[in-house]
Nanobody, 118 residues
Framework: QVQLVESGGGLVQPGGSLRLSCIAS????????MQWYRQAPGKERELVAT???????TYEDAVKGRFSISTDNLKNMFYLQMNSLKPEDTAVYYC????????????WGQGTQVTVSS
C-alpha cells in the first residue's frame, strides 16, 4: 500500500509563505497522479492542485498565481509551495496519490494543519 506523510504546516501571518512536503512510498511519480486537497473548518474537502504522471500541473482558481506544486524524484518528495497566504487558506492539507494502473485506488496522507492568522 502507498504511504504518504505530510509535514510543514503551522501558523503563519497573512501574506506569508509555507512549503508543505509529502514523502511518498512510491518508485516513480510517473506512475501516479499526485494531488493536494484541503478542508477548511466547516467546509467540504476541496481539490487544490494536481500533477499528472507526465508532469502537467493544474490549480484551482482560488490558488492560481500563489501556490505551486513540484516533485523531487530522488527524494520521493511532493511539495506544495504556498505564497501570499490568506486567512481563507486556513485548512487541513492532504497529499494524495492515484495509481495510473489501479484506476479506482486513491491513497491519502494524514493531513497537516495550516493556519493563516494575524
Amino acid at each position: 500500500q502507498v504511504q504518504l506523510v505530510e509535514s510543514g504546516g503551522g501558523l503563519v501571518q497573512p501574506g506569508g509563505s509555507l512549503r508543505l512536503s509529502c514523502i511518498a512510498s512510491i518508485s516513480s511519480f510517473s506512475r501516479y497522479i499526485m494531488q493536494w486537497y484541503r478542508q477548511a473548518p466547516g467546509k467540504e474537502r476541496e481539490l487544490v492542485a494536481t500533477r499528472s504522471g507526465g508532469g502537467v500541473t493544474t490549480y484551482e482558481d482560488a490558488v492560481k498565481g500563489r501556490f505551486s506544486i513540484s516533485t523531487d524524484n530522488l527524494k520521493n518528495m511532493f511539495y506544495l509551495q504556498m505564497n501570499s497566504l490568506k486567512p481563507e487558506d486556513t485548512a487541513v492539507y492532504y497529499c494524495t496519490a492515484r495509481p495510473i494502473v489501479a484506476q479506482n485506488s486513491h491513497y491519502w496522507g494524514q493531513g497537516t494543519q495550516v493556519t493563516v492568522s494575524s
